[in-house]
């Protein structure tokens, strides 16, 4: 397949309908992955010309396709395959990929048809009208990070020769550290803990992101954790204290906010003076830190960019 094509993917309830290039359904037309309706809030002011704008707002995001079967052999099964996948009930994830460039959008059937045939035997045509209450493309990774991490400086197994290892003393005894190369030697680092609390993120989406930061309590307990975004002054701070093996997850995606600690709604617990910040486009400098016991933390943070259109 050459870049210069379209080719989407439609995921629904374990179900997938390909279409474009290689594929049984060949695209004839399709219009919304560019860009999606903006709504522009304005006041009139009595002693001034024009309008102020007082907010924008880019409106849910509305795909229309049309495909058409290549082949009429199987009209019947596809068919029935067409009226089971479009099943208004449960969302779908559309992929799309246009010109090597792929996102991908979550999306509701808002309405579907076959196009009107002459006859049983010309080949099937589809026209789908999907919404996306989300507008925004998504990049397809998921971008993330340990801020805390634990760099490894040695492999197991560590072979020591059983016959070296008396000698191997008396060498450290005599201070002869060349020999033990290879045999047991007296504090190895077998690894280092990374105590830098600050990380640098890159959006390079169109708008402002959400992130989800998973903080775990890896070697201990945890009092009030809380990671900071410098380039805004904004943080998420949690009072609570953490024990060791618990994990505390929050995501601060203005369509699904959660705090949840070892999978149960805290939200309650947020700080009050804390605020769901979002990545700004571009460079973001996050820290992390807690009251108590921060060296204890693993954190991880997960992130998409997001894009007006593919």
């Keep these: 397949m050459t870049h210069n094509t379209l080719k989407i993917v439609l995921e629904c309830n374990g179900m997938q309908l390909a279409m474009g290039p290689g594929e049984a359904l060949d695209i004839t037309a399709v219009t919304g992955l560019e860009s999606s309706e903006l709504e522009i809030s304005t006041s009139q002011n009595a002693l001034v010309d024009g309008e102020t704008v007082d907010g924008k707002k880019i409106k849910a995001r509305p795909i229309h396709i049309e495909a058409r079967f290549r082949s009429n052999a199987e009209n019947a099964a596809n068919r029935a395959r067409i009226i089971k996948f479009f099943n208004p009930k449960y969302t779908g994830k559309a992929l799309i990929t246009m010109m090597g460039v792929s996102r991908n959008i979550e999306y509701e059937i808002e309405g579907w048809t076959f196009q009107k045939q002459v006859n049983m035997d010309e080949n099937l045509k589809i026209l789908v009208d999907l919404i996306c209450p989300d507008p925004y493309m998504l990049n397809v990774d998921n971008f993330g990070r340990n801020m805390a991490n634990v760099t490894p400086l040695f492999a197991f197994p560590w072979r020591v020769s059983g016959s070296n290892q008396v000698a191997a003393y008396d060498a450290l005894d005599a201070g002869n550290e060349h020999f033990l ?39 201990g307990p945890v009092t009030n954790p809380k990671v900071t975004n410098t380039m805004t002054g904004e943080y998420m701070r949690v009072l609570l204290t953490m024990n060791e093996g618990d994990e505390l997850v929050i995501d601060t995606d203005p369509h699904h906010q959660i705090i949840e600690l070892n999978g149960v709604n805290t939200y309650h617990k947020i700080d009050r003076l804390s605020s769901p910040f979002l990545l700004v486009v571009g460079d973001n400098y996050l820290v992390y830190d807690a009251d108590e016991n921060y060296t204890n933390m693993d954190v991880y943070l997960y992130y998409r960019p997001k894009y007006l259109g593919v």
């Design 181 to 219: 190369r290879g045999c047991a030697l007296k504090g190895h680092t077998m690894s280092h803990k990374t105590f830098r609390n600050d990380v640098l993120l890159y959006n390079d989406g169109d708008v402002e992101t959400g992130v989800q930061i998973r903080f775990k309590a890896a070697r």
